[in-house]
């Protein structure tokens, strides 16, 4: 296909070994109903094949343009694509997820009707190797589908979006609102999006929603992202961009109007990480998190749940939570069956037997 003089809609794409899932991503790109695009992928020192599919499909799709660069990280990537997008509107796409053929028309479509500058759709997690492959995203005080019909701002008229998953890849962003964002890209970094989030609504005056499950977000068994991440210095780093997060908050002077939303968030983020941690982790990552929750005062924990709210005021009070016994028996014992493997954890011990 002949490459788009103006195109509508940038789609920005960070790959980084991920040649297990890359086709299947950018086969669902490339067939969008939204013809008006162009594909960004930033190849961020892929040492798997991943450099020959994105040759592939510019060879046989002049809308995808490939930029190969050293490996800098997720935020370098998102923002040397972001830097290059000539689009109308742009979007950050997973190179290991995968989005519904319908999903830019219908975001650039809601876009251009309410003159919105933001437009966030919902999104389901996705695992192929499970009995029920796609669970729609929808949890406690987080639900799309309550959003306002029309246009709305973020901090007026629906603040609780500060406190929903981040979630930067469900979105379409007019250009001149995400290049004026930076990704926080220092070498190392993980769970960026959250600050970058945060900034984002306090910048937006005009957002709109579609209601639709138009998103993939894969999370499965050896897929190796950021949110299966067992590292317990990599899990630490959520607790850090908490911080940051903060900062931007009161950059923008809206930590004190919004902060019940936004330390839910902090508490929803980094729950279930700190139990990841072993004693001596779980010491270090509840005094980080104590810094941060010593802004949240006269905590009213207007939407917590009361497990997440007794969690909170534990570290808030100086303590160091322990693993409950079910915790416990979780981290140390699992036994699943999926996708004709089954996959056994005891301790540290873990093995996959094909059935």
């Excluded at 004026?180 to 910048?203: C, H, I, N, W």
């Amino acid at each position: 296909m002949q490459p788009v003089l103006q195109p509508k809609v940038s789609i920005v794409i960070p790959v980084y070994n991920v040649e297990k899932y890359l086709t299947e991503c950018l086969v669902s790109v490339v067939s969008q109903t939204l013809r008006e695009i162009e594909v960004i992928c930033v190849n961020d020192g892929s040492t798997d094949k991943s450099g020959e599919i994105l040759a592939h499909f510019a060879s046989t799709d002049s809308r995808v343009k490939v930029f190969t660069q050293e490996n800098g990280g997720y935020g370098a990537a998102v923002n040397k694509g972001v830097s290059e997008a000539k689009g109308e509107f742009v979007a950050v796409l997973e190179s290991d997820d995968f989005i519904d053929t319908s999903m830019y028309e219908k975001l650039y479509t809601k876009a251009v009707e309410t003159g919105a500058e933001l437009v966030k759709c919902n999104f389901c997690k996705y695992d192929s190797q499970a009995a029920n492959p796609v669970q729609i995203w929808k949890t406690h005080n987080q639900d799309l589908t309550t959003a306002p019909d029309g246009v709305f701002s973020p901090v007026s008229d629906y603040s609780q979006i500060f406190s929903f998953h981040s979630s930067l890849w469900a979105n379409l962003y007019r250009a001149e609102l995400i290049k004026s964002v930076r990704l926080f890209d220092e070498r190392g970094t993980m769970y960026q999006d959250f600050p970058f989030a945060m900034e984002v609504y306090a910048k937006t005056k005009k957002m709109a929603v579609v209601k639709e499950m138009l998103h993939y977000w894969r999370n499965e068994t050896g897929q190796n992202n950021s949110t299966q991440a067992k590292n317990p210095e990599k899990l630490l780093k959520m607790a850090d961009m908490s911080k940051v997060a903060l900062e931007v908050l009161r950059r923008y002077g809206l930590l004190e109007r919004l902060k019940e939303e936004f330390f839910l968030h902090v508490a929803v983020a980094n729950y279930g990480f700190y139990y990841q941690q072993n004693g001596a982790g779980r010491k270090v990552y509840a005094e980080k998190l104590r810094e941060i929750f010593a802004f949240y005062t006269e905590a009213k924990f207007s939407f917590f749940e009361g497990y997440l709210e007794k969690w909170t005021t534990d570290i808030m009070r100086g303590k160091t939570p322990r693993l409950s016994f079910k915790q416990w028996k979780r981290r140390f014992f699992s036994f699943r069956v999926r996708g004709g493997k089954i996959f056994v954890k005891v301790g540290k011990f873990e093995k996959t037997i094909s059935i």
